[in-house]
């Protein structure tokens, strides 16, 4: 089973596009890859990545929301809270509110997105989930009923 997965770890590395883009508060990893899902409620790239530890993967998906934080107001304001994908997983998300409008979300509310994942032991960070100012990045977005936020 150890080689299947460290088969499919150098598959994904060799296959996809290497992405250069920092990490919020974490530290880069060495797998990198771009690797984007087909449908914006598909979590299994979400999963798959957690699984391989890997960062800086361009994913939609979507779950609910399951606690606001305190925005991130050092440097470029940020807007946090955790969202559920499933009942093993959840993520804390870094929505840029300086270059994004703010997300009028509530605990429970279900949302879909567009964003950068980021590997972390306690599920991962989605973060660009806004529009690429310098067009050097895919563009990313949260959906709250039928309302994208970019």
């Not at 107001?73 to 969202?83: A, E, M």
């Not at 032991?121 to 709250?144: F, N, R, Y």
């Amino acid at each position: 089973m150890k080689t299947v997965s460290f088969l499919w770890v150098c598959l994904l590395a060799l296959t996809f596009n290497a992405c250069s883009q920092g990490s919020p508060n974490t530290e880069y990893l060495p797998q990198h890859a771009a690797v984007e899902a087909t449908d914006e409620s598909d979590n299994a790239t979400i999963e798959q990545a957690f699984s391989a530890k890997l960062s800086n993967v361009q994913v939609k998906g979507s779950g609910v929301v399951s606690k606001l934080l305190p925005d991130d107001n050092k440097g470029s304001r940020h807007q946090k809270f955790l969202v559920q994908i499933s009942s093993e997983q959840s993520l804390l998300f870094t929505h840029n509110i300086d270059l994004a409008p703010r997300v009028p979300m509530k605990v429970g509310d279900k949302i879909s997105f567009n964003g950068e994942y980021v590997y972390n032991s306690k599920g991962g960070i989605i973060h660009w989930t806004h529009h690429a100012p310098q067009q050097d990045h895919e563009s990313g977005w949260i959906m709250l009923d039928g309302e994208q936020y970019q």
